[in-house]
C-alpha cells in the first residue's frame, strides 16, 4: 500500500501546511509508506500541478491520497487532482488546514461547495475538535468520517532549547 501524500512542497514551501506535513514526514513507520506529491509550488504552480496528476495515475486500489488543504484554491485543486482516484479503489483522505473553514461553514453557498468537495473522502480530517463539532453541525453527512489530528511541532523547532 502506498500513502500518496498531496501537499505543497515540504521542503521549500512557506506556509503552514509544508511545515506540517515536513513533521509527519519525520514520522519513520509513516514516511516509509509514503509518496510525497506536490501539488503546487511558488515557482510553475502549473507544471508542479501536471506532475501532480501525473504520479496520482499510478495509484491503484488498496492505496490511499491524503490531500492537504488550505484554503478555497489549494481546495480546488486537490479535487480536481482526486478525479479518478475513487473510482480505482484508492481510499481519499481530505485534511483541512484552513483557518477559513469557519467562514465557509458560516455561508450557504459555502456549505455547498464544502459539501461537493468532501462528498468523496472516506476520511475528513480535522485540526481540532472544535473543527471536528463546527463541520458535523454545519455538514452532517460527513460526521462519521470526520477525525482529528492535531498538528504536530516540528523537531527543529525545539532543537535551540536543548543547549538554553
Known sequence: MTLYVVTPDPENGRGGISSVVRAFLQEKELSKHCSVVISHSE????????????ALKQARKGDAAWFHCGPWLSMLRKKLLSFGLKRKGVKLFFHLHSPTLENYLNSRVGRLLIRWYLAPADKVIVVSSYWQELLALRVPEVESKIIVISNPVDPEFFSGLRNS
Open 43 to 54: 515557482l510553475g504552480k502549473w507544471k508542479k500541478f501536471s506532475q501532480a496528476k501525473s
